[in-house]
């Protein structure tokens, strides 16, 4: 299983050394962790850069892209699959940039709305439907992914903390975490909005439930 922390703002490099798979830097003005600033830290090896978006201007998006070497977008608004599709096209006019696709997950959720977009996303990203777009800091109920029958992968968010570990210890071990890329980590790990406790993150790290996931798929925006 993969990692990715994300609603970096403050102390990036101190979170990089921790060698995380993805870390995300939010561009939104709604956010206490937007990130304004110039440019994004030199990073280790192997870890991709995540921009988060809300319903951003495509031009707006793809500079980010460019300036600050994005290696993956996440979309975490009302994106619609044509402006899925039509960003995709961009993004792989050079070097591939991966599309993760957000969702807010409820109550109940109809998984089958999804399909739009399987083929115009890398992943999907399901968080905790709540006032705000992302970092809400609440847990949704898992097994509503018994209900998800696509084997489009997907990353697991929405309050992940240090008080899951043996609640992720059993996900991982049951059928519905068999397309689960990675777990999505933010504001339950955090001394203020943007930075990071990384005692926490190191004791999170130990809980050995970690795997490798799946080939990733190969897709068409024509």
Same mark, same amino acid.
């Given at each position: 299983?993969?990692?990715?922390?994300?609603?970096?703002?403050?102390n990036?490099?101190?979170?990089?050394?921790?060698?995380?798979?993805?870390?995300?830097?939010?561009?939104?003005?709604?956010?206490?962790?937007?990130?304004?600033?110039?440019?994004?830290?030199?990073?280790?090896?192997?870890?991709?850069?995540?921009?988060?978006?809300?319903?951003?201007?495509?031009d707006?998006?793809?500079?980010?892209?460019g300036?600050?070497g994005?290696?993956a977008?996440?979309?975490?608004?009302?994106?619609?699959?044509?402006?899925?599709?039509?960003?995709?096209?961009?993004?792989?006019? =050079?070097? *591939?940039v991966?599309?993760i696709? +957000? @969702?807010? &997950?409820g109550?109940? !959720?109809d998984?089958?709305?999804? %399909?739009?977009?399987?083929?115009?996303?890398?992943?999907?990203?399901?968080?905790?439907k709540?006032?705000?777009?992302?970092?809400?800091?609440?847990?949704?109920?898992?097994?509503?992914?018994?209900?998800?029958?696509?084997?489009?992968?997907?990353?697991?968010?929405?309050?992940?903390?240090?008080?899951?570990?043996?609640?992720?210890?059993?996900?991982?071990r =049951?059928? *519905?975490?068999?397309?689960?890329? +990675? @777990?999505? &980590?933010n504001?339950? !790990?955090?001394?203020?909005?943007? %930075?990071?406790?990384?005692?926490?993150?190191?004791?999170?790290l130990?809980?050995?439930?970690?795997?490798?996931?799946?080939?990733?798929?190969?897709?068409?925006?024509?």
């Amino acid at each position: 299983m993969k990692l990715k922390i994300c609603g970096m703002l403050h102390n990036t490099l101190e979170v990089a050394s921790l060698k995380p798979d993805y870390l995300g830097f939010i561009f939104w003005e709604g956010s206490p962790r937007n990130y304004t600033q110039s440019g994004i830290p030199e990073l280790p090896e192997g870890i991709t850069r995540v921009g988060v978006f809300v319903d951003a201007p495509l031009d707006f998006v793809l500079d980010r892209v460019g300036e600050l070497g994005l290696g993956a977008v996440q979309l975490h608004g009302k994106e619609t699959p044509e402006y899925c599709r039509s960003l995709g096209k961009h993004l792989q006019r =050079s070097e *591939h940039v991966e599309l993760i696709k +957000a @969702f807010p &997950v409820g109550e109940s !959720f109809d998984f089958s709305s999804l %399909e739009p977009y399987l083929e115009v996303s890398d992943y999907f990203l399901f968080d905790t439907k709540g006032v705000l777009p992302g970092g809400n800091g609440r847990t949704f109920d898992w097994t509503l992914l018994e209900a998800y029958s696509f084997e489009h992968p997907f990353f697991l968010s929405g309050g992940i903390g240090e008080a899951h570990c043996e609640k992720l210890q059993n996900f991982v071990r =049951s059928p *519905h975490s068999k397309h689960c890329h +990675a @777990f999505d &980590v933010n504001s339950a !790990f955090e001394t203020r909005p943007g %930075e990071k406790d990384t005692k926490a993150l190191e004791r999170f790290l130990q809980c050995r439930f970690w795997k490798e996931s799946g080939p990733k798929k190969n897709l068409n925006y024509d």
